[in-house]
């Protein structure tokens, strides 16, 4: 009986596999290939991998310093810590710092550090002696190569940031303005520059000294650095340090259910007159409304003026 059983089931596979190899020699490697596949499992990829180790942990910024001067250190380290999902401080973790490094042409440069973890999860992170002035971020993210659009997105995902604030050191250097105004069409005003003396005013509330108004409306308007830097030293000679320049616009006007809205744009540059170099360059947009026109374009104007202010105290 279990012989014949044997032979039945030898006939069956005989015949089963003649069948196979006359039908299609093929099928059956094609078939062990596919089982093949189907048995296989595919790696993850780099941004699946820092995706779950992004996602599975948390950053958190501890402490920052205070502001500092241009050329002083900062008093403190910012200090951050990692944690999992648990709340356990995650040890050897590898950290990228995002922060602000030097200036080109007025525009901030960022640089870039990695610090790691201890065995309570923090890490700290020291500054070296800014060189120029900021007021920008920090940001800490998960190291991972943000070459890849999808790690670039994670880590986005991911980051923390905190304020990095330098001051500039030149507040008693002297230094000149010349803002040139425009009307509503489009044409410089030749006379009573009001951006240049609300933000001549503004400076010296901010503790700027030394610092006044300069005519050099031909010059601004003609966009020549060149030229412009030329007629300022003509003027003053080399009893100012820095020069604010630049213009403001009106974009546009429209009536509100507040009254009048005023849209301004503003471009300013400051130059070292000394060098010629640009150390700092700024456009802001802002838009004031109030009942009256009149009173619409002046707080539109020393709202503007304020902004750049704030913005030349920590960018000269």
């Not at 596949?37 to 780099?46: H, Q, V």
């Not at 050897?92 to 200036?103: A, I, L, M």
């Not at 995902?157 to 069409?185: C, E, H, R, W």
Request: one cysteine or more; aromatic letters at 6%; glycine letters at 6%.
């Amino acid at each position: 009986m279990k012989s014949t059983i044997k032979t039945g089931i030898y006939i069956a596979i005989a015949t089963s596999l003649a069948f196979s190899c006359a039908s299609n020699p093929k099928t059956s490697n094609n078939s062990v290939a596919n089982d093949s596949n189907s048995m296989s499992t595919e790696l993850p990829s780099a941004a699946d991998l820092y995706s779950d180790k992004a996602n599975s942990s948390k950053i958190t910024v501890l402490s920052s310093p205070k502001e500092t001067t241009k050329l002083k250190n900062f008093s403190s380290p910012y200090v951050i810590k990692v944690e999992d999902s648990l709340g356990n401080a995650v040890t050897d973790f590898e950290v990228t710092v995002v922060y602000p490094s030097s200036r080109k042409d007025g525009k901030i440069i960022y640089g870039e550090s990695t610090i790691v973890t201890n065995s309570e999860g923090k890490a700290e992170f020291t500054p070296s002696t800014p060189e120029h002035s900021f007021n920008s971020e920090i940001r800490f993210f998960p190291k991972g190569d943000i070459s890849d659009s999808q790690i670039k997105e994670t880590a986005k995902a991911n980051t923390v940031s905190a304020a990095y604030k330098v001051q500039t050191n030149l507040k008693s250097a002297g230094g000149i303005i010349a803002l040139v105004d425009f009307n509503q069409n489009g044409k410089a005003i030749t006379s009573n520059p009001v951006s240049s003396s609300n933000l001549l005013m503004t400076l010296m509330k901010l503790g700027f000294t030394r610092i006044g108004n300069i005519d050099l409306t031909n010059q601004v308007i003609a966009g020549d650095d060149a030229k412009i830097r030329a007629k300022a030293k003509e003027i003053v000679g080399s009893t100012s340090n820095f020069l604010v320049y630049g213009t403001v616009k009106i974009d546009s006007t429209a009536k509100t259910a507040d009254g009048t809205a005023y849209t301004l744009n503003g471009n300013i540059k400051c130059m070292d007159l000394k060098s010629g170099e640009i150390t700092f360059a700024a456009t802001k947009v802002i838009t004031v409304s109030d009942k009256n026109d009149w009173n619409a374009l002046d707080k539109a104007r020393k709202t503007l003026a304020s902004d750049f202010a704030n913005e030349i105290k920590y960018g000269i």
